[in-house]
């Protein structure tokens, strides 16, 4: 298995303390996981227990041990391990299903249809970057202009809102997508190793 070498060296570094580790993860990398889980369970509570198991199997000592520094994307690993463990969900459920009735074998029964994963898992991924490139912005003296922009308000709206002219909006916002750019490639920087330009391209459709 494969594993970006940012993300490596600080679960590495928190063998010691598993709990400090997984909450350090689950803290980053959580909602997108969550979210993804919501559309494929037909509970929240569900959905919250998987989210947990996810975590869990990524911070084992056992799955660290397995994984390669060196290569690979932690977005597309996480995407893997949460199908996995909606998978097994899913048998799960169609083995108590089985037992319950008694009708058909469990080979005869077919899982759940699932969405295409990719596409919805990047788009939910990149919801959580913006979060976490927001997040470090909250002291940018600009993000109040892009965020009245992001809720669909014109130049002169926020203009007249903040007291400014559609002069200075403009260059405040201009700023301001200069600033979270530059924080979403950190964001990205810090799981994906050398290879934040490719991760960029992959997920320019949804930036």
């Known amino acids: 298995m494969s594993f970006p070498s940012s993300v490596w060296t600080l679960m590495l570094s928190l063998k010691a303390d598993p709990e400090r580790m997984k909450e350090l993860v689950v803290r980053r990398y959580r909602e997108p996981v969550y979210q993804f889980l919501l559309r494929r369970v037909p509970r929240p509570e569900d959905a ?25 994307k932690f977005r597309s ?49 990149v919801g959580n970057l913006m979060t976490q490139a927001m997040e470090r912005m909250k002291e940018e003296p600009n993000l109040a202009a892009l965020r009245l922009q992001v809720q669909g308000k014109s130049y002169r709206e926020i203009a007249a809102e903040l007291g400014r002219s559609e002069s200075d909006v403009t260059n405040h916002i201009h700023r301001a997508k200069q600033r979270l750019r530059h924080e979403i490639e950190t964001v990205i920087r810090e799981y994906s190793g050398g290879e934040v330009q490719a991760e960029i391209a992959a997920l320019m459709q949804y930036l």
């Open 48 to 72: 919250e227990d998987l989210t947990q198991e996810v975590f869990l199997r990524i911070c084992a000592d056992s799955f660290l041990q397995k994984v390669d520094p060196e290569k690979g």
């Open 77 to 125: 690993l996480l995407l893997a391990v949460t199908r996995r463990v909606i998978a097994s969900h899913q048998r799960h459920e169609l083995a108590e299903m089985r037992d319950r009735r008694r009708q058909v074998p469990l080979d005869d029964l077919e899982l759940p249809a699932d969405a295409p994963a990719e596409g919805e898992f990047d788009r939910l991924w």
